[in-house]
């Protein structure tokens, strides 16, 4: 019948007979014996997301949903909804705004009343928040609720001692959202301004950043961890010390790459410690040091 409710000759005569409010012709449900389960076709409605029982107006159930024509003959109703273009990408992101938002203010430095900690480095200070640190390191978190932090108009004082301003820049800003990337850029010189070689500076600001990360306590390592090893900077004249550093800041992968560069290149780090390293006990602890490697 379903078929022949398509048919417009078809429509007027269907329509008569089935479309009585009073009669419950329907079954919208699987139990033919429920009496709920009984409707009229007017008490039908396609699109609807649920029943609306007090009004007594019932979603088409799956078992009818193939007899859409012969239901709107019935007095079935149909949903219809508007058609507009919706955005694939929306450009609002409250997440981001934040993110951005307490990024700009700890770089600014431009209002102490956006800041509840004052971190004191040398003759630098830098203003930053309690609960985004905390939220982030469990070091801070700890340092925070110790309560032994100097206090001043319900701001703390905290006297770095253990890195310089630049690198705890690079883990503040990494804190509060920024790539390590990015930070890294905004301490480091351009390369014009190299007096000495650029890879040693950089392989040395990588190593600070590397033990502030393991001061601090930050998930930042194995990403430092990374560069390092990637960066080719590591060669035969420097991979004990980097090997002997990688060990105390419990850079683990770092650690197992210069041990098994020490292996492959055994040779020439040997002749490397031989030939340049005067100081007699020094070359003694990195050839213990290799030895070590080697058992």
């Not at 139990?31 to 396609?46: C, Q, R």
């Not at 960066?231 to 105390?248: G, H, P, R």
């Not at 020490?262 to 780090?269: E, S, T």
């Amino acid at each position: 019948m379903n078929e022949n409710s398509k048919e417009e000759n078809m429509k007027v005569l269907i329509k008569s007979k089935i479309n009585d409010p009073n009669k419950k012709l329907f079954l919208n449900g699987d139990d033919p014996f429920d009496e709920k389960n009984w409707v009229t076709g007017k008490d039908l409605v396609f699109g609807l997301i649920a029943d609306i029982g007090f009004r007594k107006i019932y979603k088409v159930k799956d078992c009818l949903k193939e007899y859409r024509d012969l239901l709107l003959l019935a007095g079935a109703s149909e949903i219809k909804t508007p058609s507009i273009s919706l955005l694939s990408n929306p450009t609002f992101n409250s997440k981001d705004k934040l993110l951005n938002s307490l990024l700009d203010k700890l770089v600014s430095q431009s209002d102490d009343k956006n800041f509840d900690v004052i971190f004191i480095i040398g003759e630098e200070k830098i203003g930053a928040n309690k609960c985004v640190l905390s939220a982030v390191s469990t070091y801070f978190e700890t340092m925070f609720s110790n309560g032994s932090n100097k206090s001043t108009e319900n701001k703390i004082e905290i006297s770095i001692n253990d890195t310089t301003p630049n690198i705890f820049w690079v883990i503040l800003r990494w804190l509060y959202g920024q790539s390590f990337e990015d930070a890294a850029k905004s301490v480091l010189r351009k390369r014009d301004e190299f007096t000495t070689e650029k890879e040693s500076y950089e392989l040395t600001f990588l190593i600070d950043i590397l033990k502030a990360t393991d001061f601090y306590e930050v998930e930042l390592k194995d990403e430092v961890e990374d560069l390092i090893i990637n960066s080719k900077y590591i060669n035969f004249a420097n991979v004990c010390e980097i090997l002997e550093l990688s060990d105390k800041f419990k850079a683990t992968r770092l650690k197992d790459y210069c041990e098994k560069y020490i292996k492959l290149n055994r040779q020439l780090v040997i002749d490397q410690l031989v030939e340049f390293h005067e100081d007699t006990n020094e070359r003694s602890k990195m050839l213990d040091l290799l030895l070590a490697v080697n058992e």
